[in-house]
């Protein structure tokens, strides 16, 4: 079964302070894809990354990171020196090959509250 | 930068009323997509639409629901007599093709519709 857990469910900081968000994830597929979305208080989802399985590099772009770890089945995002911009409920999405889409299943999304 | 688009950007509706909520996809773009988003909750995956027909469907998508996109740029989502429960965020999302395939799979989101039921 596919399934993802984001454990946090809000998470509050000052900024400029970092932060991570974790997700872990379930499936039984081999290849498979993971997502982070960004919904801003005005309700948009913006993508922010994906990542495929077989590839497992962590990748920074500007403050945010990602730290993909199949051996946990664990795809963790760290902002760094957070803004209050940041403050937005975040999800991370699985995705599975080998289907006729690529549905995305998200998990319950974490709020994440920067605070000046 | 190319934008799916939806409207309306909300849309109140008494129950057991018909709702049309209308995207346009990516141009480019062959694979579409329906999600919705009870307030406070989760992104649900409702339906994936590829050439003319359903490819996939939730549970969620019962016989309430259709899709359809009737020309070559809109992509509509009908629910025929709506229910208290549909309240929700509707997002409708494209992408250029599949993982494993041509083009980028990404998904693109539109902005929303939220619908409220009286």
């Known amino acids: 079964a596919q399934k993802v857990t984001q454990a946090q469910t809000e998470i509050s900081v000052v900024e400029k302070e970092d932060v991570t968000l974790d997700c872990v994830y379930e499936?039984?597929?081999?290849?498979?894809?993971l997502f982070w979305y960004k919904q801003p208080p005005s309700g948009e989802l913006v993508f922010l990354i994906r990542?495929?399985?077989?590839?497992?590099q962590n990748e920074i772009s500007g403050r945010y990171s990602w730290n993909f770890q199949k051996s946990t089945s664990s795809f963790n995002f760290t902002i760094t020196a957070s803004q209050v911009v940041d403050s937005a409920v975040y999800f991370c999405a699985l995705s599975e090959d080998g289907g006729a889409t690529n549905k995305l299943i998200f998990g319950t999304g974490t709020l994440l509250a920067v605070q000046p | 930068e190319p934008e799916v688009t939806q409207t309306p950007s909300h849309q109140v509706t008494q129950m057991g009323q018909e709702v049309i909520l209308r995207c346009v996809p990516i141009s480019n773009h062959l694979y579409f997509y329906w999600y919705r988003q009870i307030l406070g909750q989760k992104v649900e995956f409702l339906v994936s639409?590829?050439?003319?027909?359903?490819?996939?469907k939730s549970e969620i998508f019962d016989d309430q629901f259709s899709v359809e996109r009737p020309d070559g740029s809109n992509f509509t989502l009908k629910i025929r007599s709506t229910k208290l429960e549909d309240s929700a965020m509707y997002f409708c999302?494209?992408?250029?093709?599949?993982?494993?395939?041509?083009?980028?799979?990404?998904?693109?989101f539109g902005p929303g519709t939220r619908l409220t039921v009286t």
């Open positions: 999302a494209s992408s250029e093709g599949l993982a494993g395939g041509q083009g980028s799979y990404e998904q693109y």
């Open positions: 499936t039984r597929d081999t290849t498979y894809y």
């Open positions: 990542r495929n399985s077989f590839d497992e």
């Open positions: 639409f590829y050439n003319n027909e359903i490819s996939e």
